[in-house]
């Protein structure tokens, strides 16, 4: 995988989703890790039954820690996130393509430009409005606070018990 900064086709919102002007996104050791190792990943992935569609051998848009400003709706959006309001997603985006739909996870699509995009593609059902006064730069970590706090729900710990995590670094 090679980066390079270069234009890219607008966006156009499908049924039930929305254009959002990226304002901020992190990168994340997934990012890092995609970038050196996206076959691998992808391998990976099929093995295990998923149905991660990204080929390494075509452009991808990395980037699912982000933050944004809605810039358009498209058909069938209830609209209730109005124009220029900051919004957060799980950074999935559900196409319907005929009579299937089709899950793209964004910064990993060959279809869909994840938040290192100047714009991106959102289903309206899954955004959340960032509240007033937080700052852009934080929401954008929504995504992997909520998969932290997600692993610490399940994990029941008490009080009086001690927590210990282990991880590697990139």
């Not at 124009?83 to 964004?106: D, N």
């Amino acid at each position: 995988m090679v980066l390079v900064v270069d234009t890219i086709a607008d966006v156009t919102p499908g049924e039930g989703q929305v254009v959002v002007k990226t304002l901020a996104c992190g990168i994340c050791g997934s990012d890092l890790h995609a970038f050196h190792h996206a076959h691998e990943m992808v391998d990976a992935s099929k093995r295990a039954g998923a149905s991660f569609v990204m080929d390494p051998g075509r452009d991808i848009v990395l980037g699912h820690e982000f933050c944004g400003e809605i810039l358009d709706h498209g058909s069938n959006t209830q609209k209730t996130l109005k124009q220029g309001i900051r919004v957060c997603s799980v950074p999935i985006a559900v196409s319907v393509e005929g009579e299937k739909a089709r899950i793209h996870t964004l910064g990993y699509s060959d279809d869909l430009p994840g938040g290192f995009a100047e714009h991106i593609v959102l289903n309206e059902m899954l955004m959340l409005e960032v509240p007033n006064g937080l700052p852009t730069e934080q929401a954008a970590l929504t995504e992997p606070m909520a998969v932290g706090w997600y692993v610490v729900e399940r994990t029941c710990i008490m009080p009086e018990d001690i927590p210990l995590v282990i991880g590697c670094a990139l």
